[in-house]
């Protein structure tokens, strides 16, 4: 029987960061948290990841509390993954100061057989490698995504070629589309992408929105216009949580599901960068999202 | 009498352009031409600018074939205005080799009585004390709008201020934006805008699209995707021609109209960027434009 969850891997890290605007010290961070945190508003989440024995308990009653499933929530000798960072003035840019895998440098998910039965897979940006080994241990996935990052691009094309082509949809940003097809277009890249198996080719540019291709369609949304953006960590994973979990509740990839996801992508990914860590979308209430979703309709309509 | 008819005060140059695709020497270009070769699908249009005796005939020849008015258009002794640069693959990000002012120098336009009596006024991005010194000599216009550049508000800043106090839209792009206001979020930046004078403030992102802000409302446009972008040269100046020119024809500022002359303003810049110099746009039918347009609802509901 299939399981109608949406299952995550990725990274649950203690993030450092600076921002023009404060700094927080080892704060729950990782693409699997700030994912699993927006798209438990729209399905049930189950995470697949591995912390240190030093991972504070309060983040784990908070992951808890928020609903999302933690039986692959790994805790393991060692040290939680690290990233510390900043940004300046243009918020699109992180610069890493530091990034220590630690315990994430052995991990070798094996998933429970509830969530084997996962109807839907969202493969966080982590070793390709590890993206293939939870793929190919879902049994019968409705639809499969994954996102990844350059250092993947630079150090394990071929692995992520070969992941590519078992999955439907495909998330990076601008700058990763462009140097994986090496294509400055981006339609064109689009087309690289399709070439390679993914049906949906989703492109994130921070503060300048999204552009989403179908082979027969393209989609442009805007970022949603905030006066205080807070700090962009997270934004893209919290976009994917929305994107994900909405078509998960719609269960088809058609059009018009399509650009309903990446709204609510667009709105979680805007609540997000409210505060430091997964802060602002851990209060969210759904009716927030709802009236968010509202205002996208009149920044956008013509 | 009042005269339905856009005044236009900017450059006519002679660019000389390399892109990733091909390069192009003494093309017709410059702020006025790139303007009007835009706005004359919406309503006629009158360029006051200056030329050298040395500007081609061919080039003057285009300008009058495609129905603009060039009583204002002073050709002087000395050289055309003239631009050198170039494009990489980041097409959004033109290098200068070379500004020659030439012959602009020494341009004080004096209006002739058909031209001070126009009801809609564009100042393009040229000297603010001369953009001020037109402005002055429009009897009684509709509306008037302004665009500039970063070299205006490094050398020019308080005429620029000035101008802001007396004009209704100012465009400009997100960097100048940000250098104008000294405020990197662009919500923040608006504020400044509205409390300096304009009413209306539209910010061009290239290939990001377009966010225009009302005191009341904010409306973000993403560009049209293109498979291929040959010359972005002009693409600003084409904008602000389809922005205004539509506002022309509704004569009215309200939202509906603002947003769509914001996309018109887009069908045209995007149509101007698929080759060097105004070629595609000297070759467009009004029915492309319309397409073009149908194309963008396409893009962007949901």
Sequence with gaps: MVNNQILAVGSV????VKTPFGKADETLGGSAAFFAASAR??????????????????????????GIKTQGLEIRKGRTFRWKGFYDYDLNFAKTLKTELNVFQAFKPRLSEDERRSRFVFLANIDPEIQTSVLKQVK????????????????KKAGLLRLLKNVDIFLC???EARELSGEYNL????????????????????EHGV??????????APAFCLEKVFDPTGAGDSFAGGFIGSLSRARRLNENEVRKAVIYGSV?????????????VAALKKNEIEKRYAEFRRLTRF
Excluded: H
Aim: glycine share 4%.
């Design 41 to 66: 508003f729209f399905s049930k989440v189950s995470i697949v990841a591995v912390v240190g024995e030093d991972f504070p308990k309060k983040y784990l009653d908070l992951i808890q509390r928020l």
């Design 211 to 220: 552009i989403c291709f179908s082979k027969r369609s393209v989609f442009a």
């Design 140 to 155: 019968d996935p409705a639809f499969t995504a994954c996102d990844t990052m350059n250092y993947w691009i630079e150090n």
């Design 173 to 175: 940003n601008d700058s």
């Design 13 to 16: 890290a203690l993030d450092s």
């Design 268 to 280: 979680l990914a805007s609540y997000n960068v409210e505060s430091f860590s997964l802060n602002r």
């Design 187 to 206: 339609a064109k890249t689009a087309q690289w992408v399709f070439s390679r198996g993914p049906k949906l080719f989703v492109i994130k540019k921070g």
